[in-house]
């Protein structure tokens, strides 16, 4: 039992705890995998492999917190006995210390200070001695404390079983109601800043929140910059681009499709039985030693559209076109006119944020009673305080000795 309490334990579960939040802080979180490979080329893999990417709703971290709760229950639980005995009226320590001894006070003044300041007061007949304590519940001042980071870490281990999240795609213009919560979610713009060599910077969303009252509220949306709405969180994690097709009759130069379509899928005319499948949009492009289109950046310095067509259900040609090129097939000008990016932002909704808020007022009290309520207690003896603090003695001392000071220059000379 002591060894599952003991405070080397405790020691090497806060090391680990504290590294994984520095991950977390210094890896941006809820981004996409694709995000991670390019802002992390050596180690994107390993980040992603060891769920660096969420690092606080990892099973290790789970785990580390877990072990730690446990560290901290049992602590509690054996300190709770000794928090008592000191809480009893009963209880006196041993006045030994010279030093924080106070001299030349008769007794009047001793029990008069005493009562102006709620001190409670025990007399020794036998030794005409009087003992003084006040705030004697201050020794639980670290058991409310550990109780709070208790019930904090019980709400991080609910907002991990209960919270939910999903991953929502929008391009500017879109909109997405949150029915429940009760406001609407507008994204105004999207954008990519970059580095001077290319690589991507920063990932930003521009939105407008309308509540239900028809109140309006701007905010911005950036990697470890999440947006709290209503119980709702919004984290940036991840983005894509679409490409505008649009098909034209050549003969008529009728348009008889237009509309957005992300890399990766495809567009079935029925008409023609043909399928256009955008394969990849190439930003920056350029051919690789395979001989193979590649982007080198997501800034759109060279951009190009790989388009395969499909005639019931065979491949009938592999193009890489600029946009706007078009491409001919029967009587279809086919043509990707130009590219959109899209944000994907995780939804997430916690059920635990009244948990951890309760769990931040506790131990805020906690230390509240630690620093502020800790355990006073004085002896007076022929002519002589002595203090004795559970905790800043010395201040405690000379908060007496001032205040003795002061209470007798106050006190009516009996004139």
Known sequence: MHFIASLKIAIILLILIATYIVIGTLIPQHSGEQWYLEAYPNIGKLIIGLQLDSAYSSPLFIVLVGFFTINLGTCTVLSLKGQY?????????????????????????????????????????????????????????????????????????????????????????????????????????????????????????????????????????WVNNPLHHKGVKLYQASFGWTGNLKITDSNTNEVLIEGLMRSGRTYFHQPSHLTIHLYQYLPDMAIGHDQQPVSLSNREDNPFFAVVLYEYGEPVGSYIIEPGQPIYHNDLEITFTHAEAYTGLMVRTDPSYPIVLVGFIIILLGMFVSFYCYPRFMRFSNGTITTVGRKNGWVFHHSVKYGLAKFTHTQPNGD
């Open 85 to 221: 005995m000191l809480s009893r009226s009963s209880y006196f320590p041993s006045f030994s210390r010279e030093e924080y001894s106070i001299d030349n006070i008769d007794p009047v003044t001793f029990t008069n200070f005493c009562g102006k300041n709620r001190y409670s007061v025990v007399k020794d007949l036998p030794s005409d001695t009087m003992k003084a304590a006040k705030f004697r519940w201050g020794s639980y001042g670290a058991t409310i404390t550990h109780i709070g980071i208790l019930v904090l870490f019980v709400g991080g281990m609910v907002g991990n079983l209960l919270a939910t999240e999903d991953v929502v795609s929008l391009l500017p213009g879109n909109e997405m109601t949150f029915e429940k919560e009760g406001f609407v979610l507008r994204l105004d713009d999207f954008y990519m800043t970059f580095e001077e060599e290319g690589a991507v910077k920063q990932y930003v969303s521009e939105v407008t929140l309308i509540d239900d009252d028809g109140t309006e509220l701007q905010q911005t949306i």
